[in-house]
């Protein structure tokens, strides 16, 4: 009963976050690391029909077989996939072909959920609502993405922030040289690359309370930070040559002041806020320039208790990397998280739009050093 | 009073083409050589309010100041334009945006024409008039695209075929060697690209009476036309080898059958039809293949009169050139088609998707000897 | 025996040509349209062996079985080609092996050619020796280029200039309407291209005594005429835009002077020279500043015996196209010309490092419009 | 004297590789990560000419003050450098001329290393002499490379292979958990990469005493390895289908049998030799396969002592990242390594083509994890 719940409420929060956009914003990608949002919903309902109706629900048919082919992403075991590139070509399967997908899937899965499930079973709908909340996640970040590339720069509309817990310390919290354990312990849901808990051995560090804010971020720029290579890592300094980096992504300079476009459209930039939507290189430069660097995985971990997180998905100076004792589960599943560990850098935390309860102090997300697309944020070591 | 008769006609077929497509289809943009519909319906009103009303049209205020940037294509005088590749990451303006655009300007446009207008603007909205119908043309071999290229290959709808008049000869026409005049005359519109005028002096040639069919062109294939290089073109075959070219576009080969992607979706190729959607390449290798050549455009008009035409764009073995006293209109208008005379081949003719009336005998169009997305043919000359 | 001693001519000029150069200047290729040298003394070499030693000497033993693949150019038919980019990655067959590879080739040669050959033969050598001209027109060239990228800008010495009969005529020479032929005629050598003479209607026309100067083009420069759309094609607006063109080919501003790279290395500009290394956008664009066009490759030739030519080849507003009753030769031979025919402009005359006598006044040559390495410039017309 | 001994025999050594070399061998730049020889030999010389004789060495004048561009590599503290991509098309300076540099420089050197030098400045030679011993390994690496992808192979000829000694242990080592200290230690020369010396915590695992051979690596080719993606991380699935990779670089599968490009040309594939010449991504399905996996380099360097190893390069599982401690040196000295810590994986060992002593077992060695030229293989672990 608790999983139709919990099925319900997730399913329609991914609608919800849907509501203020018009037909044509479900449609287009304007770069190939953004899916449209269209694609977002019929991919995650996909996922329940592929490895939850169709092997287990006996007599579902799948509603429409050629949606196997649009709407798998990566899942290689599971068929030809669509290159992500094209995703923003294609104009059928048209927004409410898809909602009725939705509806057909969800009605079919309360029916069979309401039936004594094993548990691996249970396991399995679990990880396709948390599937589900990362590509919100990919939802709101990819809608900011089509909007705020807009010339027209139109707004999403109303956006709640969440609450995020004062910070406990201020300045740089000290932290002993020693063991540490890492990774996920208990039985609550966690994701495969958090697994094995492992011990590290950490030298003494010290990492900041607070995250860096846009006005210690403009001090960076105004010392001349995007024109000095001696900050930069060599890849880092041919990204920002090539690509004329001079400021976050959402930023824009017009007539000397700074704007950065957010969810109610183009406005001044908030000083007192969290720095976002910065690449690695980015922090990485950022802390060079302060003299300092950024925390491991295993440091930011360690010391996760200690200070307030939550509202900017932070880079690490870890990269993707597989935990001892890791392994993939057989099958397509297999395939979730395991395949990307190569030319990722690792990100801890959560942000304004990753769904409530969905992060923990455990959870590996990551990237390649050079998007900037997602919340992304820095929090200083040294 | 026929002005406006004739404007009301030319802006309610350009929705009339879009009547059958959802809004997803308005927006995406498959290929850079495609552009989105709404796209399409938005520039040509743009042309209207651009070049007519605010300067013309006292009191008249533009609809929205920023669509000057977003629907302003090639016209370098007028301001920055949205690179051509970037029109199908616009979800804004809405369709409905640009359905109320439209309504606005003829609004204005309606009233403005039942005024007495100079010649000279009766003429600029003449031309108005035909740059609609040109993008008339785009509109449905650009849904024809988009449509053509998605998996799900959706079918367009009902779609009336022009009526072509029978042919007067069968088998080749002879036209002997001497002086012909080449180019538009009298007082009907014509683009400045038709003028002036002029004598050329052609040799003795045949000109077929009829255009090659699919049957035709299937034999090209089955005899190996696609993979001898010795029919081709230097260019062509760099291009048959780095696409993988083997057929023309929109043909499907399914265990052993042909297919063609037509506006009832995917159907059983149809034998006597004339062949479509094939490059200058390809036009160019066929004739190489028959030991016979393509007309040049000179040929082509010479002969016009004396076999049918209207369903294929011709491709002919003529570069798009000025003509002997061409000279382009003084600012922005002026930038309406020399600045094009290079690198294209010449087509004659007009396609099944042509406006009624749109097309005449000297009538010039042009495209980069790769394209395919239009109902290109072949004419064959000896 | 004259094809003796014609043989030995021109195959020693060959060796002339490359006898200032460095091993490594043998080697290079800086960009794809540039061979290096040595590429160049192989290429010419194997014609001769494929297309006359190995076909009609009998006992004739190929030098080295692996060449062909090396040294063959755009002859599909006698094997795989090296893709022309990769040519530059070659180190081996090293400068010394294609010397001993050329002596062995021409001792043959010369031992054959004193026996009587039919007179098609003959026409094979002479077509062997005219292709090594024009590469030897492309040798200078291409070391041109080779040395004048590199950051030393090394000289290659001596260059003795051709003498080129003074003009007849100042001014514009007008050029009464009527028909002309055009094409060679004749006994003497020609390519497949120039072929057949046919007549063409010319309207009336004046063209000028005199190529455009470097003094007159710098005009063209402080006007603005790189930063001013209105006077680009289409095409050459984009290409100056992409590779931030200022000035021609080799024009180097240091300190608001003008340098141009020489045989004699960097050297001021020499303002009452014919303006060289340009494009057809350029010189497009230039003639539309000057409100004048280009002369068709039709009114250059009707014309050319009024004026003096041969130090730069001409752009005309002609594009490469086959003449009327143009066919290509049976084999391998046949692909000579052909297959470039579309997406090319005709050049007319000859230039600095034309060999003397290989061009006259039909000959053509043709280019990309986008290419500059060779020495090409601007009559205008009107 | 000691340091003047150990210059000439590694100034000798530069020139030692190079003998078999003919001049054009020096010049070419067949990828973008090979660089001419000719460019090595300058580059290393240029290191002692700017960080050692320039502010160092009074009276001391540079040989040519072009070099500093041409020769400079990613020092961007010292000046514009030639893009890596265009080292290839420069012919000049030639060969002669750069020996001609190598000696002055040498002269130089050999006078001034006859003085009382500080600690800091003798440890900047040694700093320029373990620079030149990475430049040698990559010269036998880019030769072999310029060779081995030429069509006739030539052979490089005699190669004398280290010797290393005998395995003490045979299948897989165990090694406890517990707390490891990682990183140089002594007053011997290292990297700044090896600081600072601090403890890690591993795990228990089995390293295995021996690497993966060609014999083993055949297997997997022969089980599919290569077409089936569930052994491949995403990236390298990718990389193999859109380099169409079906086997290590250098090999060579003739009519059903396997040959190897080796210092003697192509030859049959020895088996038993280790398998080199293999990316990242090939090392990392290969264990994926065995349901293995690669050691980190923690683990590598725990065990090392235990294993015989020297002949490859060993990719691990670890990222190439900073050390606790880790500090860059002040001025261009410190853009040594640490600016290319991302997107690169490390290696750990030596290769056959590594100088006599120059390798350690803290030697870190890095490369993105697609890259083949160099002498890489597998350990595996468990």
Not at 50 to 71: I, K, M, R
Not at 153 to 166: I, K, L, M, S
Not at 172 to 194: L, M, Q, R, S, T
Request: glycine share 6%.
């Amino acid at each position: 009963m608790q999983l139709v719940n919990e099925y319900k409420k997730v399913r329609d929060r991914s609608i919800h976050i849907c509501r203020p956009l018009k037909t044509e914003d479900y449609v287009v990608q304007p770069v190939v690391d953004v899916s449209p949002p269209k694609w977002h919903l019929g991919h995650t309902t996909w996922f329940f029909e592929t490895f939850l109706l169709s092997p287990h629900c006996p007599g579902y048919e799948v509603f429409d077989a050629e949606y196997n082919y649009v709407f798998n992403s990566y899942y290689e075991s599971v068929g030809a996939r669509v290159i992500r590139t094209h995703r923003g070509n294609l104009s059928r399967p048209a927004v409410e072909d898809i909602f009725r997908y939705r509806e057909y899937v969800d009605e079919a899965m309360l029916g069979w959920l309401n039936q004594d499930l094993s548990l691996e079973l249970q396991q399995l709908v679990v990880l396709g609502l948390n599937h589900e909340e990362q590509h919100q996640e990919l939802l709101y970040t990819d809608i900011k993405y089509i909007l705020g590339h807009n010339p027209l720069f139109p707004a999403y509309g109303p956006f709640e922030q969440p609450a995020v817990a004062p910070a406990a310390h201020s300045g740089f919290i000290p932290v002993k040289a020693g063991i540490y354990e890492i990774g996920h312990a208990g039985d609550g849901f966690c994701f495969d690359n958090e697994q094995s808990r492992h011990k590290v051995y950490l030298q003494d560090y010290a990492i900041s309370a607070a995250q860096v804010t846009n006005a210690e971020y403009l001090q960076f720029i105004e010392d001349g930070g995007y024109t000095d290579f001696r900050h930069w890592l060599a890849e880092g300094w041919d990204w920002v040559k090539s690509n004329h980096v001079t400021a976050p992504l959402y930023w824009h300079n017009i007539n000397g002041e700074w704007f950065c476009y957010t969810w109610q459209g183009l406005q001044p930039l908030q000083l007192h806020e969290p720095v976002a939507h910065i690449s690695y290189y980015e922090a990485n430069a950022y802390a060079a320039w302060k003299k300092m660097r950024l925390p491991t995985e295993f440091e930011w971990e360690a010391a996760a208790r200690q200070f307030n997180w939550g509202r900017r998905w932070e880079w690490t100076e870890s990269a993707y990397l597989p935990y001892p004792g890791f392994s993939k589960a057989p099958g397509a599943i297999g395939e979730y998280n395991g395949k990307f560990m190569v030319s990722q850098m690792v990100l801890r935390g959560a942000s304004d739009v990753t769904p409530p309860n969905h992060s923990r102090i455990t959870y590996r997300n990551f990237f390649q050093p050079n998007l900037r697309w997602q919340f992304t944020g820095i929090r200083l070591a040294k």
